[in-house]
């Protein structure tokens, strides 16, 4: 019996650190009134250095394309 409830007793241990990040997410959720990461915009077409480069990349592989 005594196995049985160091089992599940580690089950516990395991099943709180897996579920952490989840509880700190939604709390951080709640806090900040339903923005979980602060004012984002919500439109999502801000220019960013990640757009600008995977822009020129695009630009550039269909560039090379159009010229074969």
Do not use: C, Q
């Not at 650190?17 to 339903?34: E, R, S, V």
């Amino acid at each position: 019996m005594g196995g049985v409830i160091e089992l599940v007793v580690l089950m516990l241990i395991i099943a709180i650190f897996a579920f952490a990040p989840l509880g700190y997410f939604i709390y951080m959720y709640t806090m900040k009134n339903g923005e979980p990461f602060g004012d984002t915009e919500p439109h999502g077409d801000s220019d960013s250095a990640l757009l600008r480069t995977v822009s020129k990349a695009i630009l550039m592989v269909r560039g090379k394309l159009g010229k074969s």
